[in-house]
């Protein structure tokens, strides 16, 4: 059985349920080198957070939680949503990776939705989703935001200052 360890997290595959067949059939796994399915994120030796699938390439990884009914997905509060986003990109950047995206996968769903910020897609589009990373490295979104505020003042050399800045912590991320 294999584990992988991103401090302060262990992760672990448990036993799959049958209800995830069809979420299996409909997954699009071209664009990535590797794939884990039914993954429990341990803290402590206590389960924290469990996810249906995680998939990845060289410096990105990908969080699925799937959902075998829109009732099943009802029932999974926002709040939830976004702390199983929150572990995932704090496991992401222990694991190294540079970019991460979690999404949620609802069977039954006639159309792309969000919750608690997170993109919700129907199981029907899952085959040909293109994931949409973000960063793991809070600096930089934060950064990214400084630019565009600044952009939008017109603060012309001050943002050349910080775009210089991006460009170095991008160099070191390397």
Not at 38 to 59: F, H, M, Q, R, T
Not at 95 to 106: D, Q
């Amino acid at each position: 059985m294999i584990e992988l360890s991103s401090e302060p997290f262990v992760l672990k595959p448990r036993n799959t349920p049958m209800t995830e067949a069809d979420f299996r059939l409909h997954l699009n796994i071209n664009w990535c080198r590797g794939v884990l399915f039914n993954v429990v994120a341990l803290k402590n030796s206590i389960a924290v957070v469990e996810y249906d699938a995680l998939l990845w390439s060289d410096d990105s990884i990908m969080f699925i939680e799937y959902k075998d009914s829109v009732a099943a997905y009802k029932d999974l509060s926002s709040r939830r949503v976004q702390q199983m986003n929150s572990l995932a990109k704090n496991i992401s950047r222990g694991l190294g990776y540079k970019n991460y995206t979690f999404i949620v996968v609802v069977k039954g769903l006639e159309e792309e939705s969000s919750k608690g910020g997170v993109t919700v897609l129907p199981l029907f589009e899952l085959g040909s989703y293109q994931p949409i990373f973000v960063s793991t490295v809070t600096e930089m979104e934060y950064l990214n935001k400084l630019i565009a505020k600044y952009s939008r003042e017109g603060e012309v050399e001050f943002v050349k200052d910080l775009d210089k800045l991006r460009k170095i912590f991008e160099m070191e991320q390397s």
